[in-house]
Structure formats: structure tokens, C-alpha cells
């Protein structure tokens, strides 16, 4: 392969390849320590729950390098060549370097299937494939945020018109907006970081892009453990909302790109469930997933970031 194209490494999360997956899966998240029984129980029922099961999950990912890789190809025909690497699955993000190097590529961009920053997230994929590259002797760049892309923020506020017009035909009362991302530990706000910050911005933006005025953000998804994680959660979030005299809430979990465990569960399943509960109608903006206005905004970043684009 020819040293001028460069090579793209999109990272993301990651899920299990199969039911049969998942205790693997949680143990890599868990740092080599497996769920227990319990709570590999109530993992798998989780999945389970999902019409489809787990292979839709990891198809979205594939669907979306694919599509990046088509539109890079659009826009440069022959210059870029993605790849995909994974934090907590095969193929993992050194995997994915490894396959660049294989393949003779020795500049690259890398980019995280999340338009947010944060030292904990996006920061450590980013770590991951720095030292990798590093290691085998690959030129890096790396896309860190592009939380306000243009492209991204119409793509969101298409969304929001779209929930807020279906609300509206489920009969009369007030529709509150409820922006939400993957919540992490609180001392995220000791360390400056931007996640927070980041995370209102788009949503800002969202909004006003929309017209809309009614909202508020929330967290959901936090992890088990005994430190503090950002709040509050949509759960409790949707029992404010009701006590307010909402009876309609749309639910924009603006801090995920596609469809998987966070939105299909904890949003569809569970959150709509607290939300029969109180009386409520909750609607869910539809994912990015492989919008064409999301694989621009990706696309473009990647060239942005592209310092050998003048060679």
C-alpha cells in the first residue's frame, strides 16, 4: 500500500460479539476482574431485552466506519483508508494500529465515535493508540472533540423537530427536552475537564438550532462504584419533570451515535417504563448512527486534522 494514503483509526466502545460474549466483555470493562453471577445475570437480561439481541449493536458500529469510509472516499477518492479499533473488544484499538502498520500505512488520523472530551473516555482511547503508533513507528493525529460541527448540530436539530412533532400528535401538554450523555465520576470537575462543558454546548446549540426553549440536561448510565458519579439520572430527573406538570418529555441522548445498550435499554426500556409510571409520554430522538450529515461531520474533521493533506 502506498505510504501517501493515510490511514483512519475509528475507535469506539465496543460490545460483545454474542450472548455467549458478554462475560468476556465485562471482564476486559472490569479490568480483568469477571461480574459475578449476579451480575452477570442481569447483564445478559439486559441484552436479551433488546429486540435483535447483541449482533445489531456491533453491526451499527461496522455500518458506521463503512459509511465514514464512503464518504472519505467522496471527498478524496483514494486517500484514506479506515480502520476500526475497539476499547473493550476485539478488534481492539492497538489491534487497529497494528493493521494500519501491516498494511504499510505510516501517517494516520484517529477519531472516537463520540463528539465529546473527556480524559476518561476519549482521552484514554486517544492514549491507547499514541503509544501503539508510537511503538511501531506510525505518525498520529488525533480528532479530540467536534461537538459543535456545524454538520453535527443540524443533524441534531432535525432530530428534535421530528420527536417534538410526533409528541405533539399524542394529544395535548407540555413537552420538556431532556438532554443526556453517560454520566462519569464527579472528579472529572476537580480536573477542568471539558466534558460537562462540551456536552451543554451541543446541546445549547441543539436546541436553539431547534427552537427550542423547554429543556434540560441530565445524566444516565452511571457505573457501580462507590465513588460519586455526575447526576442527577434520568430516572430521577423524570420524577422532577413530572411534579413540574409535564406529560411529555423527549428524550435526546446527544452524548451516544447510535443505537446500543445505553439508548435501547436504559432509554427505551427502562426510562420509558419510569415514565408510564408517572403518567408520562417519553419519546426518544432517533441515533445518528449512519446520517449522512453525521458522516460529514466526521469526515471533515478527519481532514481537518489531516496535517500531510497538502503533500
Not at 462475560?23 to 439486559?46: C, D, F, K, Q, V
Amino acid at each position: 500500500m502506498s505510504d501517501r494514503k493515510i490511514g483512519v483509526l475509528v475507535m469506539s466502545y465496543g460490545t460483545p460479539e454474542s450472548m455467549d460474549g458478554i462475560a468476556e466483555y465485562y471482564t476486559h470493562i472490569r479490568r480483568g476482574n469477571p461480574p459475578s453471577p449476579e451480575m452477570l445475570a442481569e447483564l445478559t437480561a439486559r441484552y436479551e431485552a433488546i429486540v435483535g439481541g447483541v449482533f445489531p449493536l456491533r453491526a451499527n458500529t461496522d455500518r458506521q466506519v463503512q459509511a465514514l469510509q464512503e464518504t472519505l472516499d467522496a471527498a478524496a477518492p483514494g486517500r484514506y483508508v479506515c480502520y476500526q479499533g475497539l476499547k473493550h473488544a476485539r478488534p481492539f484499538i492497538e489491534d487497529g494500529v497494528e493493521a494500519m502498520a501491516a498494511d504499510g500505512i505510516r501517517k494516520a488520523v484517529g477519531i472516537v465515535l463520540a463528539p465529546h472530551y473527556s480524559v476518561m473516555s476519549v482521552g484514554g482511547y486517544i492514549k491507547r493508540a499514541q503509544e501503539k503508533a508510537g511503538a511501531l513507528g506510525l505518525e498520529a493525529e488525533f480528532v479530540k472533540s467536534y461537538h459543535l460541527h456545524p454538520k453535527l448540530i443540524e443533524a441534531l436539530r432535525a432530530r428534535l423537530v421530528s420527536g417534538i412533532e410526533k409528541l405533539a400528535a399524542a394529544g395535548e401538554g407540555k413537552t420538556k427536552v431532556l438532554f443526556s450523555a453517560h454520566s462519569l465520576p464527579e472528579k472529572i470537575r476537580e480536573m477542568n475537564d471539558p466534558y460537562e462543558r462540551q456536552l451543554l454546548e451541543t446541546a445549547t446549540a441543539a436546541a436553539e438550532a431547534a427552537g427550542v426553549s423547554d429543556w434540560d440536561f441530565t445524566w444516565q448510565s452511571a457505573g457501580r462504584t462507590r465513588e460519586p458519579w455526575l447526576g442527577p439520572d434520568i430516572l430521577e430527573t423524570l420524577r422532577d419533570v413530572s411534579e413540574q406538570g409535564y406529560r411529555k418529555v423527549l428524550s435526546a441522548p446527544i452524548g451516544f451515535v447510535s443505537d446500543h445498550l445505553e439508548v435501547l435499554y436504559d432509554i427505551d426500556i427502562e426510562a420509558k417504563a419510569a415514565a408510564r409510571e408517572l403518567g408520562m409520554t417519553l419519546e426518544r430522538i432517533e441515533m445518528l448512527n449512519t446520517d449522512p450529515l453525521y458522516m460529514e461531520a466526521l469526515a471533515e474533521s478527519v481532514t481537518e486534522a489531516d496535517r500531510w493533506r497538502g503533500e
